[in-house]
Nanobody
Framework: QLQAFGGGLVQAGGSLRLSCAASGRTFSSYHMSWFRRAPGKEREYVAAINWSGGDTYYADFVKGRFTISRDNAKNTVYLQMNSLKPEDTAVYYC????????????????????WGQGTQVTVSS
């Protein structure tokens, strides 16, 4: 089970840090990602991190502004969001992909085994 939190209302240029806490004792067996869904749009990939935290990936529209990280001892993945823009307004979801001997298409929604409930981020101009 995944529980996302940390969203809120922030002015453009501000920062927020999202957290996603996972239950269970196998967190390090999962690659983790963040997706978002803006009003009237499809859910889209934002950032991904592999099971160890050694590899991270970002959508072009957040590169240089967002940072994904994880703490396997705390069963938590984070998304630090800086220089927020009004177009970042969305519900943000964390997702878990169980590591297996297949390629991981981290930007594809259907790859993921578990999803959090989402946390709302609103950026005012």
């Amino acid at each position: 089970q995944l529980q996302a939190f940390g969203g809120g209302l922030v002015q453009a240029g501000g920062s927020l840090r999202l957290s996603c806490a996972a239950s269970g004792r196998t967190f390090s067996s999962y690659h983790m990602s963040w997706f978002r869904r803006a009003p009237g749009k499809e859910r889209e990939y934002v950032a991904a991190i592999n099971w160890s935290g050694g590899d991270t990936y970002y959508a072009d529209f957040v590169k240089g502004r967002f940072t994904i990280s994880r703490d396997n001892a705390k069963n938590t993945v984070y998304l630090q969001m800086n220089s927020l823009k009004p177009e970042d307004t969305a519900v943000y979801y964390c997702a878990a992909y169980r590591v297996r001997d297949l390629g991981w298409y981290f930007d594809q929604l259907e790859e993921y085994d578990y999803w959090g409930q989402g946390t709302q981020v609103t950026v005012s101009s």
